[in-house]
């Protein structure tokens, strides 16, 4: 069965520079959120997009920007990288049932930024 | 706002034990919980989910958790430990339409 995809798997950055990542989700879902996950850390949520708009927003830096494109897919834009953006960011997409009744939420395998 | 706690950042048990991972949430409104695993060097996925109805929930891999209104917990447990469950677990509760994680228990497991 086809998952959520994510590409670059790796990618190194040098500070201030910039990075962007994409994720493809499961087809016909049409949610897709993000997650930040820094070094023995939890997942941190980012930000949500529900049919092409922003749903929800959690600790997405400032310096961050994200978008959902008709295709669904869904890209990350990083700008002014710093040491601390050094983590493994997840996509995952969903199937929307409603506001209160998410459904299940199928992870990719994630994309390591590495800054230096 | 939603918050989950994961009690023991650390779990070691012997292959064959029981597995405990505690996890409480706090809310004045349930929510809906879940837990997952992170093998090393990979994606999150899910084990299992509590929405609504019976408050045990059966998962993959031979795991259950128990919804406990009262004590506003949902703990995994295991019966039988095996080698391939040591990996990162977390707890999760959704808060609007996003997850919120706990830190996450290490799971050992020693032959």
């Known amino acids: 069965a086809a998952g959520v995809i994510q590409s670059p798997r790796h990618l190194i950055k040098e500070k201030r520079e910039t990075a962007t990542l994409k994720c493809y989700p499961i087809p016909r879902h049409d949610t897709v959120y993000w997650y930040q996950q820094g070094p023995g850390q939890d997942p941190q949520f980012l930000i949500s997009?529900?049919?092409?708009?922003?749903?929800d927003k959690g600790s997405i830096p400032d310096r961050f920007s994200a978008q959902q494109f008709s295709d669904y897919h869904s890209e990350l834009n990083m700008s002014s990288l710093e040491l601390g953006d050094s983590a493994l960011y997840f996509c995952a997409s969903s199937l929307f049932r409603g506001p209160s009744n998410t459904g299940e939420l199928f992870f990719g395998e994630g994309s390591r930024l590495t800054v230096l | 706002a939603q918050s989950v706690t994961q009690l023991g950042s650390h779990v070691s048990v012997s292959e064959g034990a029981l597995v405990l991972l505690r996890c409480n949430y706090s809310s004045s409104v349930p929510p809906y919980l879940f837990w997952y695993v992170q093998y090393p060097n990979q994606g999150l996925q899910l084990l299992l989910k509590?929405?609504?109805?019976?408050?045990l929930v059966k998962g993959i891999n031979g795991f259950e958790a128990e919804f406990k209104k009262s004590e506003t917990s949902f703990h995994l447990t295991k019966p039988s430990a095996h080698m391939s469950d040591a990996a990162e677990y977390f707890c999760?509760?959704?808060?609007?339409?996003?997850?919120?994680f706990g830190k996450g228990t290490t799971l050992s497991v020693s032959s």
């Open positions: 999760a509760a959704q808060a609007g339409t996003a997850l919120i």
């Open positions: 997009f529900y049919e092409k708009m922003q749903s």
């Open positions: 509590y929405t609504t109805g019976a408050t």
